[in-house]
Antibody, heavy 122, light 106 residues
Framework: QVQLVQSGAEVKKPGASVKVSCKAS????????ISWVRQAPGQGLEWMGW????????NYAQKLQGRVTMTTDTSTSTAYMELRSLRSDDTAVYYCARVWDILTGYSHFDYWGQGTLVTVSS | EIVMTQSPATLSVSPGERATLSCRASQSVSSNLAWYQQKPGQAPRLLIYGASTRATGIPARFSGSGSGTEFTLTISSLQSEDFAVYYCQQYNNWPLFGQGTKLEIK
């Protein structure tokens, strides 16, 4: 069965960086993409960006451009999301999700990771 | 830039009754619209994609309709496990979620 298993909770200070992993199993990793979605406490869902596990192409939400990098390691079927220059309003649960479209990223999300809580606090 | 607007923000319905949730896009997204259910402390779950196609394992009481700018999620007979927050998401271009509708027990 398809599973996306994310790394554990993180506590970071303002200005630091965080890197969250998402290990995929149960499907051919390079036949799909991965999007990252975050959810601040008590708030809605915010799409952060997408990476194609097929060719490594990425696209990031405009508000995060310059602070976020998404990568994949096809040898371990793992996707990564690094967010730099953390601020208090980056405190959120970060989810990875499988994306059908490997060329454009325009797709729904059919499987989700369990979420990783990132807390930014001094 | 597309804006996705869900209504109402909160919907109170009794178990066994029908619930109708709305999602409006500020410009056409064709049928590139999905619905998700999220319960407290859990990741979202895909219910509907392509505006009207149920995802694998989703009960038939969930149905989606609409195209262009107006979409509806209908739950025909509410079960206790259906009380949750529901989000719509367009993917006609880069994904964007609505702000959510909380479905609560009346």
């Amino acid at each position: 069965q398809v599973q996306l298993v994310q790394s554990g909770a993180e506590v970071k200070k303002p200005g630091a960086s965080v890197k969250v992993s998402c290990k995929a199993s149960g499907y051919t990793f390079t036949s799909y993409g991965i999007s990252w979605v975050r959810q601040a406490p008590g708030q809605g869902l915010e799409w952060m960006g997408w990476i194609s596990a097929y060719n490594g192409n990425t696209n990031y939400a405009q508000k995060l451009q310059g602070r976020v990098t998404m990568t994949t390691d096809t040898s371990t079927s793992t996707a990564y999301m690094e967010l730099r220059s953390l601020r208090s309003d980056d405190t959120a649960v970060y989810y990875c999700a499988r994306v059908w479209d490997i060329l454009t990223g325009y797709s729904h999300f059919d499987y989700w990771g369990q979420g990783t809580l990132v807390t930014v606090s001094s | 830039e597309i804006v996705m607007t869900q209504s109402p923000a909160t919907l109170s319905v009794s178990p066994g009754e029908r619930a109708t949730l709305s999602c409006r896009a500020s410009q056409s997204v064709s049928s590139n619209l999905a619905w998700y259910q999220q319960k407290p402390g859990q990741a979202p779950r895909l219910l509907i994609y392509g505006a009207s196609t149920r995802a694998t394992g989703i009960p038939a009481r969930f149905s989606g309709s609409g195209s262009g700018t107006e979409f509806t999620l209908t739950i025909s007979s509410l079960q206790s496990e259906d009380f949750a927050v529901y989000y719509c998401q367009q993917y006609n271009n880069w994904p964007l979620f609505g702000q959510g509708t909380k479905l609560e027990i009346k």
